[in-house]
């Protein structure tokens, strides 16, 4: 049976790319956007996030969150769409597959420091951080959805090649050989698709990094 999947935010520079791996590998996507539907996926379902709700989702093996903000402004967004998204999912089998972000990775074994709290990460993101932090800590108080939080490397490149290569990380900030915590959004979405298909990280928040 070929899975259903929904990817919400599909017009993202993230969501383009995650919809066009899994209609490559023959998946069954739908595009959830507010307008027109740009990405590669042949279903639409044009809604707003926030106006979603469990009859939207329903027959879905697993949806996507794709959605992402940077203004100081809509920073809380972050997390009122997943909570929107948790609670049209709450008790119900189809996953959830977060884009997350780096700075919550920590950087000690003891899971004291994050990456965002170093000296040299950069002020301006640090707001960005926090909120994307916050979302993430509600979603591990949630036991009622089944979800995955993946995290990129701390560069997390648009516009990078597709190496089509790449090594999965867990909670920890991880490096690759070369002492990089660098991968690109192509790759990104490669371990996204690679997820929906093997499903080995339930209510676990998982990283990747160019090999």
């Known amino acids: 049976m070929i899975m259903k999947i929904a990817v919400v935010c599909a017009n993202g520079k993230a969501g383009k790319l995650i919809t066009k791996e899994a209609v490559d590998r023959g998946l069954d996507v739908t595009a959830v956007v507010r307008g027109e539907n740009k990405s590669a996926?042949?279903?639409?379902?044009?809604?707003?996030?926030?106006?979603?709700?469990?009859?939207?989702?329903?027959?879905?093996?697993?949806?996507?969150?794709?959605?992402?903000?940077?203004?100081e402004d809509t920073l809380g967004l972050h997390s009122i769409t997943l909570k929107t998204l948790c609670d049209a999912l709450s008790g119900t089998d189809t996953r959830l597959l977060v884009v997350g972000g780096a700075g919550s990775l920590y950087v000690n074994s003891e899971h004291t420091a994050c990456v965002s709290d170093g000296p040299d990460f950069p002020d301006v993101f640090k707001?960005?951080?926090?909120?994307?932090?916050?979302?993430?800590?509600?979603?591990?108080?949630?036991?009622?959805?089944?979800?995955?939080?993946?995290?990129?490397?701390?560069?997390f490149q648009a516009?990078?090649?597709?190496?089509g290569q790449y090594i999965l990380g867990g909670e920890e900030l991880?490096?690759?050989?070369?002492?990089?915590?660098?991968?690109?959004?192509?790759?990104?979405?490669?371990?996204?698709?690679?997820?929906?298909?093997?499903?080995?990280?339930?209510?676990?928040?998982?990283?990747?990094?160019?090999?």
């Open 41 to 71: 996926a042949p279903e639409t379902l044009r809604k707003d996030l926030l106006d979603l709700r469990a009859e939207d989702l329903t027959g879905f093996d697993v949806v996507v969150d794709a959605f992402g903000t940077w203004t």
């Open 127 to 155: 707001p960005l951080a926090a909120a994307m932090a916050k979302a993430l800590s509600e979603l591990r108080g949630r036991d009622d959805v089944n979800w995955t939080y993946i995290s990129p490397a701390g560069d």
């Open 159 to 163: 516009e990078g090649e597709r190496s």
């Open 174 to 211: 991880t490096l690759n050989e070369r002492g990089e915590s660098i991968i690109s959004y192509a790759d990104y979405a490669i371990a996204m698709v690679d997820e929906i298909e093997n499903g080995n990280h339930l209510r676990q928040r998982i990283s990747v990094v160019r090999k």
